[in-house]
């Protein structure tokens, strides 16, 4: 089974050597107040976000070096470790789908045995050092919850689509991005254009501009799509789709916990082309954005194997 999101790729090997400094006692009073935190703002999330999806409906697992503990509607139970180091995923574990976190105090010493800020911040991890809080870790467990509610409902259409694509060896995703798409100078020059049209359509308020700057980026996706190969064009909308939305409802949880001033610092700043998946997440969060401008509804529709260019296209085409 695919393990989706694993915020730290090869640090995976230094983190486990941490465990020897981790005890088993426990919960912490923190993590079980970053639980309520996150799970406290779920109806101010419905008013804006997907009405059926909810974290507390699924166990949370926060490993702590040795064990997890594992919490579903504010109980605890210690059990087994579902993984050997820390990673930050949805996994489906004895027939459901349930999240894995590390706790807070071993997510927070990742940065300072990586010695790198740099080194996360290129992949999929959004946050740095310097602005990763207990909002951040609330954040990132409603991204992970929402990949629960992804596959418990879209799992097998998910799969099904990357065996099509005859994508089904572990990381074999990534690497498509890396070796067809970030060696393509023409294509990061179309990407990082773009991303400009799109944040230009996003800030405009003016309805004709927004509608006429998200034409324009979708012509150029649809163009750049012409050019790649099947497994890169369905993993580039792949990333789009789940990980764009997953990032998306981090970043609305985020903006609810810490408010508008650190949500725009965190997640609205100048865009940067890096390799690797990360920008297909920041794009696709965008898109979620900019439909909640133009078509409020687009979330009645959504799916984990949902085209967010198809859904952008239906609100400007008769505009």
């Excluded at 099509?164 to 991005?177: H, K, L, N, Q, W």
């Excluded at 998946?277 to 194997?305: N, R, S, V």
């Amino acid at each position: 089974m695919k393990v989706f999101h694993i915020l730290y790729g090869a640090a995976g090997v230094l983190l486990a050597a941490a465990t020897v400094f981790t005890g088993d006692y426990g919960l912490s009073k923190k993590d079980m107040e970053i639980y309520d935190r996150a799970v406290g703002i779920e109806d101010a999330m419905v008013e804006n976000g997907f009405c059926d999806f909810s974290p507390s409906d699924y166990k949370i697992r926060f490993f702590n070096g040795s064990c997890d503990y594992v919490v579903k509607e504010g109980e605890v139970a210690k059990e087994d470790a579902a993984f050997g180091t820390f990673v930050g995923t949805a996994y489906e574990i004895d027939g459901e789908y349930q999240v894995v976190l590390p706790t807070y105090e071993n997510f927070s010493e990742l940065f300072t045995m990586l010695n790198s800020v740099q080194s996360v911040s290129d992949g999929e991890m959004h946050f740095g050092e310097a602005n990763y809080s207990e909002d951040a870790h609330a954040a990132t467990l409603w991204h992970e919850a929402f990949h629960a509610w992804q596959l418990t409902n879209w799992a097998d259409e998910v799969f099904a689509r990357g065996e099509a694509a005859d994508i089904s060896e572990e990381g074999g995703y990534e690497r498509i991005v890396v070796n067809e798409v970030d060696s393509d100078s023409e294509y990061v020059l179309s990407f990082s254009q773009e991303m400009e049209l799109l944040q230009k359509a996003y800030e405009s308020d003016d309805t004709e501009e927004k509608c006429r700057l998200t034409r324009e980026a979708l012509a150029l996706a649809a163009e750049m799509e012409q050019g790649m190969s099947a497994q890169a064009a369905y993993v580039t909308q792949y990333f789009q789709t789940l990980e764009g939305s997953a990032r998306y409802v981090e970043a609305q949880a985020y903006r609810l916990l810490a408010g508008e001033e650190a949500w725009s610092e965190t997640y609205m700043g100048d865009f940067n082309y890096s390799n690797g998946a990360g920008k297909y997440y920041a794009m696709g969060m965008l898109k979620c954005l900019l439909l909640d401008q133009l078509a409020p509804e687009w979330k009645d529709d959504f799916t984990a194997t949902a085209d967010l260019d198809e859904f952008l296209q239906a609100a400007v085409g008769g505009r």
